[in-house]
């Protein structure tokens, strides 16, 4: 059984910094994608930026030049450098990866979530 867990969430000032984290873990054979979305109050979860296997990043407009996100594959784990966070920014941040996993000798592709961590930008 494949896992995600989040961690590193909290409460930061307007301009402050946060760094998230997520660990897959289980029968893992290789690790395709990963990425983190986040969902505000009230509103649906959004992509915030996607790294792939070969280190290619992506990101939406409203975090580029203030977040990164990285990847370490020998411990299966993502992250992602939020900088001069903005109350904007408050949200459950989720992350999300495609696992290609190994049960009883087969091989299968799917997409797991972790459970969230919340991040909330105030003064």
């Known amino acids: 059984q494949v896992q995600l867990a989040e961690s590193g969430g909290g409460l930061v000032q307007p301009g402050g910094s946060l760094r998230l984290s997520c660990a897959a873990s289980g029968s893992i054979v290789s690790i395709n994608h990963m990425e983190w979305y986040r969902q505000a109050p009230g509103k649906e979860r959004d992509f915030v930026a996607r790294v792939f296997s070969d280190g290619t990043t992506n990101y939406v407009d409203s975090v580029k030049g203030r977040f990164t996100i990285s990847r370490d594959n020998a411990k299966n784990t993502v992250y992602l450098q939020m900088n001069n966070l903005k109350p904007e920014d408050t949200a459950v941040y989720y992350c999300?990866?495609?696992?290609?996993?190994?049960?009883?000798?087969?091989?299968?592709?799917?997409?797991?979530w972790g459970q969230g961590t919340q991040v909330t930008v105030s003064s």
């Open positions: 999300n990866a495609g696992i290609t996993s190994l049960r009883s000798q087969t091989r299968s592709y799917n997409i797991y």
